[in-house]
């Protein structure tokens, strides 16, 4: 190992993330559902899904919290009934202040790494729509850092949805997932 190499493998054991990756808790509720909303990206559910989401789903989830402990970025996931193998991962949503700093990769990693380890899960499902291009980027950039096929296919036709225009959501299916 060269001197420049040895400086630079000293910088990264003594960085410290900015922010702290836990699991959500019902009061993360109103901020979950503020984060989904400013996206502008996301669909946005009730309020009171998002506390039930880190009610009853927080095993499968995963929240970032700023040096005050506030909320800036989560995952929401679940098991898939039929594949009990696979973390549907259901939102994905960053505070507009922590954007561009990987905060959602390293969440994704994070909770596919626990819920691996936790639940046995192999692979990982999601929807993505066509105009969705920060999803695609993640998801697929996931599956090349772990090794897995990425496969795509329209899961929801736009003409499903009851509430006018909507586009198709891509079913995205990852896996299987190295260690």
């Known amino acids: ?6 400086d630079l493998a000293g910088a990264r ?23 989904a909303r400013d996206s502008e990206v996301l669909d946005l559910n009730s309020s009171y899904s998002y506390l039930l989401w880190c ?28 594949r009990p193998e696979a973390l549907v991962v259901w939102q994905v949503a960053v505070d507009e202040s922590q954007r561009g700093k990987g905060l959602a990769g390293t969440l994704l990693d994070e909770l ?15 929807t993505v729509t066509p105009d969705n291009t920060a999803s695609d980027r993640l998801f697929t950039a996931f599956a090349d850092r772990h090794g897995a096929a990425l496969k795509r296919e329209v899961l929801f036709d736009g003409g499903l949805f009851p ?12 896996g299987p997932l190295s260690p």
Not at 1 to 6: D, I, N, Y
Not at 112 to 126: D, F, P, Q
């Open 163 to 174: 509430d006018g225009v909507h586009q198709p959501e891509v079913l995205y299916r990852i």
């Open 55 to 82: 009610r009853d789903f927080a095993a499968t989830s995963v929240v970032a919290r700023d040096d005050g402990g506030s909320p800036i970025a989560f995952v929401t996931g679940y098991i898939r009934p039929e």
């Open 112 to 126: 596919t790494a626990r819920v691996a380890n936790e639940l046995g899960i192999t692979a990982i499902e999601t």
């Open 1 to 6: 190992m060269t001197a420049a190499q040895a």
């Open 13 to 35: 054991s003594e960085f410290t993330r900015p922010f702290a990756i836990d699991t959500p808790r019902v009061e993360d509720g109103a901020a979950i559902w503020r984060i």
